[in-house]
């Protein structure tokens, strides 16, 4: 399997909990993890190397030129880090036909191989969302998406590569960011859904992008009543655990039921590096 990840140095403690999570969660499997980045040096990248099993787990270093993505529009707000999923395609190698993007943020807990099987068509992205119905008009009007658009989180997609490479105008998304840029709250979250709303297949976030928020709203709807969700039931049935947002289990004052995931992974990490 072929795995994206974009990070700084703030994020590899993280992103080796993810990566050990992963191959633990999908024992008859191997990945690729091509890491983009701008600012990771070699003493980062064999960090990351030296703390996953080499055996299923290939790190491939991609350090995104300066010169690329020149003439997006860049600010300090909008840096060229924010075009590193939407044109994943731009730079990644041509012979891969897909990849699954996960943040450094997300714990995997069960196999991701029907999701990463999954059927695309000829749609671009695969992801979840996270928005009720009232943040959904606004998020429409805002964005100026098509009507019934679902917002997508974007911090877990697979990746329709072979599709992107055909189809894909990056003119499209400079003009859109220097159209909306005002509106935007979360900048490549925001182009991804505004862009391109039509050609993404949703998936369900219960199973395959699961928050503490999503969980708490879920379980607090009058109409789950009957179908509440425990830590059993994320146990055996929910692949990706993710803790977006600033409710970060490896903080200070968190408050959630899934960290209990996280600390689990964690520390197999910490019990590795004793060894």
């Known amino acids: 399997m072929n795995i994206l990840v974009t990070l700084n140095s703030n994020y590899i403690e993280q992103l080796i909990?993810?990566?050990?999570?992963?191959?633990?969660?999908?024992?008859?499997?191997?990945?690729?993890?091509?890491?983009?980045?701008?600012?990771?040096?070699?003493?980062?990248?064999?960090?990351?190397?030296?703390?996953?099993?080499?055996?299923?787990?290939?790190?491939?270093?991609?350090?995104?030129?300066?010169?690329?993505?020149?003439?997006?529009?860049?600010?300090?707000?909008?840096?060229?880090?924010?075009?590193?999923?939407?044109?994943?395609?731009?730079?990644?190698?041509?012979?891969?036909?897909?990849?699954?993007?996960?943040?450094?943020?997300?714990?995997?807990i069960n196999s991701i191989r029907n999701l990463y099987n999954m059927e695309m068509?000829?749609?671009?992205?695969?992801?979840?969302?996270?928005?009720?119905?009232?943040?959904?008009?606004?998020?429409?009007?805002?964005?100026?998406m098509p009507e019934d658009s679902m917002y997508i989180n974007s911090g877990v997609m697979l990746l329709n590569l072979k599709e992107l490479r055909k189809k894909q105008n990056i003119q499209e998304v400079y003009d859109y960011i220097e159209n909306k840029k005002v509106f935007f709250l979360l900048p490549d979250q925001d182009v991804i859904n505004g862009v391109y709303a039509d050609?993404?297949?949703?998936?369900?976030?219960?199973?395959?992008?699961?928050?503490?928020?999503?969980?708490?709203?879920?379980?607090?709807?009058?109409?789950?009543?009957?179908?509440?969700?425990?830590?059993?039931?994320?146990?055996h049935n929910t692949s990706i655990v993710h803790y977006c947002g600033r409710n970060k289990p490896w903080k200070n004052g968190y408050k959630g039921e899934l960290g209990v995931f996280y600390y689990y992974f964690e520390n197999l990490v910490n019990r590795n590096i004793s060894s």
Request: net charge neutral.
């Open 17 to 108: 909990v993810m990566l050990t999570s992963l191959v633990k969660s999908n024992a008859n499997e191997s990945f690729d993890i091509y890491i983009a980045h701008s600012s990771l040096d070699e003493d980062d990248i064999n960090l990351i190397n030296n703390s996953v099993c080499k055996d299923r787990c290939a790190i491939i270093n991609l350090k995104i030129p300066d010169s690329m993505f020149n003439e997006a529009p860049i600010t300090d707000r909008y840096p060229k880090e924010m075009y590193y999923r939407i044109f994943a395609s731009q730079y990644l190698p041509g012979f891969l036909d897909r990849i699954l993007y996960l943040d450094p943020d997300i714990v995997v």
């Open 121 to 144: 068509g000829n749609n671009f992205f695969a992801a979840a969302s996270h928005v009720n119905k009232g943040l959904k008009k606004i998020n429409e009007i805002r964005l100026d």
């Open 199 to 235: 050609k993404t297949v949703h998936i369900d976030a219960m199973i395959y992008n699961l928050s503490d928020r999503y969980l708490y709203l879920y379980n607090a709807n009058p109409k789950n009543i009957n179908t509440k969700k425990d830590m059993r039931w994320v146990a």
